[in-house]
């Protein structure tokens, strides 16, 4: 039997003290079941929402779906348990929210609204509530829709998205008449906001099945939909003489995300994603029949901007996403000299070289290269070691007050051309960046 943590027991023993029906549910007690760790907790009462309200002096109602917010506090941090007066929902003409909500007054009808069967399990401590066969669903590794799919999607088109992301997450095949409904109904993903379409990408791209999942998304079409740019790489031919792809480009950017050892969804939708230009820019040679993709970094990292514009990414995520697929292109070579690495090391950020080799490595292995290489493990460690040297006058390891101080001068430009010849002297090794020999040196500087 699986058992409740005290906070979530301590509210559904409070409403039932005063009369009331209540029930924890939804992803909490299906990851429960599964024995997969288990945060959002959810719950569904037949109390309304004053009520709950009088019985939790710290909770808290701004919405008008009849959710109450309880926080509690944890070791590190607060969480909030939800809790849903039963309700009937009438009307989705945005094809998200209902039109009108109304109480319910049995757990059946409030479970019968739910999306997906192993999401409408309820749990009162003691016994659990099963009216759709949820647990034969967890045991089949099945993800189905609680009653008609076409109805379910025509409610809320975000749960599109929301079964594959679940899927993906769980490692479950979705049922043949779910799937053909999300199949038939792609076109309503359109009426749901940039921010909900990215945030269950990003969970699907961040899942364990990462790349089943995107294939769920193409062969529903829904990725036709969302990411049109990778969609179209889908048969565009590689293998030709002078190149050892085995795939096309679409199979070859899923094959690099499954092999990416990055756990940053972010990088792993930039090695997803870090080939699209390929689709634009492919020529074949008549004659030669030699295929070239020249330019494709930089056309990839105009389509990943406008990407991640119409998702509404962050700037800061933009501005990453750009830079990991414009210089994905580098070229390996523990022989490079300094400054060659150097400039490469500042055009990609030193923040993001640990997440452009993750890339490499998905790229490397998604095209059918071998697991190691040594040639890779030893440009890592050049870069490791040009890394010990400074890159800007900034670096340097003393500043402009020392300067004035050593050398008795007033601020103005001679204190920064004496920063620089010794930050030049000091990138060519004939001073070490020290303090003390940099303190020594300044006296001896003619800017």
Request: hydrophobic content about 40%; some cysteine; glycine content about 6%.
């Given at each position: 039997m699986i058992t409740l943590p005290q906070p979530a027991q301590e509210i559904i023993e409070t409403l039932s003290k005063h009369g009331f029906e209540s029930f924890a549910v939804g992803g909490s007690i299906r990851d429960l079941l599964l024995g997969l760790p288990t945060k959002d907790w959810d719950f569904t009462t037949n109390a309304p929402p004053q009520k709950v309200l009088a019985l939790f002096p710290d909770s808290f109602y701004d919405n008008e779906f009849g959710t109450v917010g309880i926080p509690y506090k944890t070791d590190s941090d607060t969480e909030v348990y939800e809790i849903t007066t039963y309700r009937s929902e009438h009307g989705f003409s945005n094809k998200r929210h209902p039109d009108e909500v109304t109480w319910g007054t049995s757990l059946e009808a409030d479970l019968a609204r739910r999306d997906l069967t192993i999401n409408a399990i309820a749990f009162d401590g003691k016994k659990l509530i099963d009216p759709f066969a949820g647990q034969k669903d967890l045991q089949k590794k099945l993800v189905r829709t609680v009653g008609k799919p076409e109805d379910r999607f025509q409610e809320d088109a975000l749960r599109l998205i929301r079964t594959i992301r679940i899927a993906a997450q769980l490692g479950f095949t979705i049922e043949s008449q779910t799937l053909s409904a999300i199949s038939s109904n792609t076109g309503l993903i359109k009426s749901v906001s940039s921010d909900r379409v990215r945030m269950e990408l990003m969970k699907i791209i961040g899942s364990k099945y990462a790349a089943d999942g995107v294939m769920l998304l193409r062969n529903t079409k829904l990725l036709a939909e969302i990411l049109p740019e990778l969609d179209q790489c889908f048969g565009v031919p590689q293998k030709s003489p002078k190149?050892?792809?085995?795939?096309?480009?679409?199979?070859?950017?899923?094959?690099?995300?499954?092999?990416?050892?990055?756990?940053?969804?972010?990088?792993?939708?930039?090695?997803?994603?870090?080939?699209?230009?390929?689709?634009v820019v492919f020529r074949k040679d008549v004659t030669t029949q030699i295929i070239t993709f020249y330019n494709h970094e930089v056309v990839g990292a105009k389509l990943v901007k406008e990407i991640a514009l119409r998702l509404n990414f962050s700037k800061k995520d933009r501005e990453k996403l750009v830079t990991l697929v414009r210089w994905h292109q580098f070229t390996v070579d523990e022989n490079q000299n300094d400054n060659t690495?150097?400039?490469?090391?500042?055009?990609?950020?030193?923040?993001?070289?640990?997440?452009?080799?993750?890339?490499?490595?998905?790229?490397?292995l998604g095209g059918g290269a071998q697991e190691t290489s040594w040639r890779l493990r030893l440009f890592m460690a050049r870069l490791d070691e040009v890394q010990k040297q400074p890159f800007?006058?900034?670096?340097?390891?003393?500043?402009?007050?020392?300067?004035?101080?050593?050398l008795d001068i007033k601020p103005g430009p001679q204190v920064g051309k004496i920063l620089n010849k010794l930050f030049d002297e000091v990138i060519i090794q004939k001073i070490a960046n020290e303090r003390e020999t940099l303190l020594i040196h300044l006296k001896k500087v003619n800017p």
């Open positions: 190149r050892h792809h085995l795939y096309d480009v679409g199979t070859h950017l899923i094959m690099s995300l499954h092999n990416c050892p990055a756990t940053d969804p972010l990088v792993r939708l930039a090695t997803l994603l870090h080939d699209i230009g390929k689709s690495l150097r400039r490469f090391i500042r055009r990609v950020g030193k923040e993001n070289l640990k997440d452009i080799l993750d890339l490499r490595i998905g790229d490397r800007t006058v900034s670096d340097l390891k003393i500043n402009g007050h020392d300067v004035m101080k050593v």
